[in-house]
């Protein structure tokens, strides 16, 4: 089975390393925790890694423990058995029954009560269940993916998720990353979304000015894709003309950016230059144009935190300030305006010596 990840869109590293892992996992019958903010799509990996598993013409069974009242819990995920409790009129499988030979998908475990922990732990163990109110054990075949926006491993410190079950799911652990992580994802995903909704509704096809692109470049996406795509629905329904301008995004995008005028004037900026600043500045050979200071954008183009960003720069500094000096550290250090012994340091840290 190829893993088919079409209808997950972006293009930044870290969702390339995600696929990366969910291509190799899938195929095994191995447990999975996937991690990530609310939004981040964990729940579309799940599916994708069923799809992509031996598994793909069986169930699969999705089961939200957080939705879920506490005591019904147990018998929605195992079963019952008639009369086990007031309301068990009928003799119920659960959904780890329906999900023989195929996956189970508990979203949300970092809700789940520590007693039904113990029993999810020995599912993992024995693979075998118990109906509430049955006799005896049944043998399943099922995988066990699991999914959280908690973080378990604090969870585990502060007592509310066990150790043991933590390891056991654990095995491979796909996190997430956060939509304000992966660069330029924003705007593709902006676009697609607008695009499909666009089409949904019978609209033309929608644009964004440039200032209207860079705030959705700059805005941090609490509810990361999810978000992001109910407002790309909205804006297709409310827009007004052929391009979504700046007034047309929702107040708190608009209200999290600070000066407008700063912000326009950097998206004329960027309009003007096809390329990142700092990111041509750094490609350029040494005849320097007008130097342009870096913006935020920047960063999220590159998929790069501040201090990638930085280190890379000082990098390049330092090969260039070598090169110059034909390796004699004492002149490159000058040319640097640090100290020889800061420079010896430097190229120690990056294995530049
Ligand atoms: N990379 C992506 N490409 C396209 N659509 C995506 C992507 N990531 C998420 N989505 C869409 O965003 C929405 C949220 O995704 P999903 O339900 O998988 O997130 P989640 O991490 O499970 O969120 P929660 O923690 O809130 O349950 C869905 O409509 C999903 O289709
Ligand atoms: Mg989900």
């Not at 019978?202 to 860079?214: H, Q, T, V, W, Y």
């Not at 998206?267 to 350029?284: G, I, M, S």
């Amino acid at each position: 089975m190829e893993l088919d990840t079409s209808e997950i869109i972006g293009q930044s590293t870290s969702l390339k390393n995600v696929f990366k892992v969910l291509a190799k996992v899938a195929p095994t019958d191995s447990t999975v925790l996937v991690t990530g903010e609310s939004g981040t799509g964990k729940e579309l990996m799940v599916r994708a890694l069923h799809q992509g598993s031996a598994r793909h013409d069986k169930p699969f069974v999705p089961i939200n423990c957080g939705a879920i009242p506490k005591d019904l819990l147990e018998s929605e995920l195992f079963g019952h058995e008639k009369g086990a409790f007031t309301h068990a009129l009928r003799t119920r499988p659960g959904r780890f029954e329906l999900a023989d030979g195929g996956t189970i998908f508990l979203d949300e475990i970092g809700e789940m009560d520590l007693s039904l922990q113990v029993k999810i732990l020995r599912v993992l163990q024995e693979k075998e269940i118990e109906r509430v109110g049955g006799s005896g054990a049944r043998k399943v075949d099922v995988r066990i993916v699991a999914a959280t926006n908690r973080d378990l491993d604090k969870e585990v410190q502060e007592g509310r998720f066990r150790e043991d079950l933590f390891y056991r799911l654990n095995v491979i652990p796909l996190h997430l990353p956060p939509l304000r992580e992966r660069g330029g994802d924003v705007s593709i995903l902006a676009k697609h979304f607008l695009e499909l909704f666009c089409k949904k509704g019978g609209r033309k096809k929608l644009g964004f000015s440039p200032e209207a692109k860079l705030a959705l470049e700059c805005y941090a996406w609490p509810g990361n894709v999810r978000e992001l795509e109910n407002i790309m629905e909205r804006l297709s329904i409310l827009a007004e003309g052929n391009t979504v301008a700046l007034d047309d995004l929702p107040g708190k995008i608009l209200s999290s950016l600070g000066n407008l005028e700063e912000l326009e004037a950097m998206a004329a900026a960027k309009a003007a230059r096809p390329e990142p600043a700092a990111v041509a500045a750094l490609n350029r050979p040494a005849a320097p144009q007008a130097f342009i200071w870096p913006v935020l954008a920047d960063l999220r183009k590159y998929d790069m935190n501040l201090k990638d960003f930085l280190d890379n720069i000082e990098e390049r500094l330092l090969k260039e300030a070598l090169d110059l000096a034909d390796g004699v550290k004492n002149q490159a250090a000058e040319a640097l305006g640090i100290k020889r012994t800061t420079l010896i340091e430097k190229l120690k840290k990056r294995n530049l010596e």
